[in-house]
């Protein structure tokens, strides 16, 4: 597999050409071991040098590595990608509230025009001792006139070591060609439908509808939007509801409860026919907790009950109504409930819940793990966050990554679900808006995760947080114009719902069969023979071996 080629490098250096960053930095070259080099392989097919450099005597926390990219190599409107292998000296764990911390972030900077502009190259929180790979994404919007990288982050006196860092301009044309065969492997299956007797017969062939949801948040002003309605209703098939269903809004008060809100989206969800997700029974993040539950946090009794009451209140009333729930929304980014109740709390939730909606798929939800520069939300730390509410009996039903997503690049979100995988539970992008002034790169960047997300096994949706301009928690994220108009973003996506949805026609065979290949989902088949018209609906489904279909079976 290859998406990005070794003339794509624009910066890369094994440990030969660093410069000390503080005035008390000493650097040193070492080699590795061969046994304790990593094994995972930096894009694709690069691996590891095992020279490396060491930076030592740190005095700050922006002392560390830095050199010079050459004049000219970066260029604006380009999205890169920065890879290699990072460290901290074994031995340097500090103490943290009496816990052994895991280690200490270190971020990779991109300094532009001698530090008039600073933009992050992504982060890793390494182990001590132990090389983590650093993933992560930029993009200028002007020409340099002068740009270094700088390696830094870790407290004062905190070794950091580098190895092998390279700074790759994304191929999207070769990346999109290797999408496309891994999409026509994962989202297409072989069709034949049989009709003996009737070889020549004209045959049409429509999907009405695909298996893999794109959907929507909505609230209770979009939904008065005759344009949005328009947009929503034409191009997408789920919705969350933006606020209405969070704790914060159905009881900002103690006891005075407000499900009226929640009950007109699901008013509107019905009239539509758009399944709707549960967003969300509880917000893990002290800053999106109302201020009574705030106010009783110091009574374990107190707030116990009220969780119980919460789940008791807003599961008994719309049982059957969400297939998912985002359960306790962003527990890698935030500790409220279980700072006060303890960490088996967050798995009770999940218990409770599954006892009172057993029917509702019970998610985890955060964000940043897909992007590769925040240390809190790696891939990783999410699995473990998962194996630790399995091992409380949580019957965890799903992954949600929210994907508020500025400068994707495609492999790192690739290698994300990949990890993710790895528990065999389904993904879905619950909160997609990707943020970029320009409308043209907006579109082009949309299109990358959204073909990430389309070609990828593991993610079975993709929710967008919002559509639509002055709608939007992000404003530089839309698809349609305030006055309706569909922007380049709009159209892109539309157009990949186009590319996305089969359409066959031709005629039966010598043996009255027609073959095709077509997208998961639903579709209806006419066949046209001297004796009439023939109409047989069906689905297809993921299977390896062809779909056949007698449409004699009706």
Known sequence: MASTHQDNVVF??????????????????????????????????????????????????????CQVITPGALKPRVTYR???????????????????????????????????????????????????????????????????????????????????????????????RHLKDKTDKVRKRDVVLKLGGAPGASVRVVQLDNGFPLGSCINGEVIQNPAFVDFFT??????????????????????????????????????????????????AVDGDVQQWIKDIGGDRDQLMAAVQQRIRGLLGRYAGRFPHYDVNNEMLHGRFFRDRLGDDVAALMFREAAQLDPGAALFVNDYNVECGNDPNATPDKYIDLI???????????????????????????????????????????????????????????LEVVLREAYAHPAVQGVVLWGFMQGHMWRQDAALVNADGTVNDAGQRFIELRREWTSDARGRLDGDGQFKFRGFHGTYVAQVTTAAGKMLKAFTVDKGDAPLVLDMMDI
């Open 387 to 445: 194996r630790g509410l399995q091992r409380g009996g949580a019957q965890v039903g799903g992954i949600g990554l929210q994907g508020h997503v500025t400068n994707p690049v495609g492999v790192v979100i690739c290698d994300a679900l990949d990890k993710l995988s790895a528990t065999d539970l389904p993904v879905w992008i619950t909160e997609l808006d990707v943020g970029e002034p320009d409308e043209a790169l907006r579109a082009d960047d």
């Open 234 to 283: 034409n191009h997408l098939d789920w919705a969350v509801f933006e606020n209405e269903l969070k704790w914060y809004w159905t009881e900002a008060q103690r006891g005075q409860l407000n499900y009226a809100d929640a009950d007109r989206l699901l008013d509107f969800c019905d009239r539509t026919g758009k399944p709707a997700r549960g967003h969300c029974i509880f917000w």
């Open 82 to 176: 920065v890879a290699g292998w990072i460290s901290v000296a074994s031995g340097e764990v500090a103490e943290e509230d009496g816990k052994q911390q895991r280690g200490h972030p270190i971020r990779v900077s991109i300094r532009v025009d001698d530090g008039s502009c600073v933009v992050d190259g992504g982060a890793v929180c390494p182990q001590p001792g132990r090389w983590a790979e650093i993933k992560g994404a930029f993009r200028l919007r002007e020409n340099p006139r002068s740009a270094a990288v700088h390696v830094h982050g870790p407290p004062a006196g905190v070794d950091v070591k580098v190895m092998d860092l390279r700074i790759i301009a994304t191929d999207r044309k070769a990346r999109f």
């Open 12 to 65: 890369e250096v094994n440990a030969i050409g660093w410069a000390p960053s503080g005035t008390g930095t000493a650097l040193s070259l070492h080699h590795e071991d061969p046994a304790r080099l990593p094994t995972a392989a930096v894009g694709h097919g690069h691996r590891p040098s095992g020279r490396y450099v060491v930076a030592a005597g740190r005095a700050d926390e922006e002392d560390g590595l």
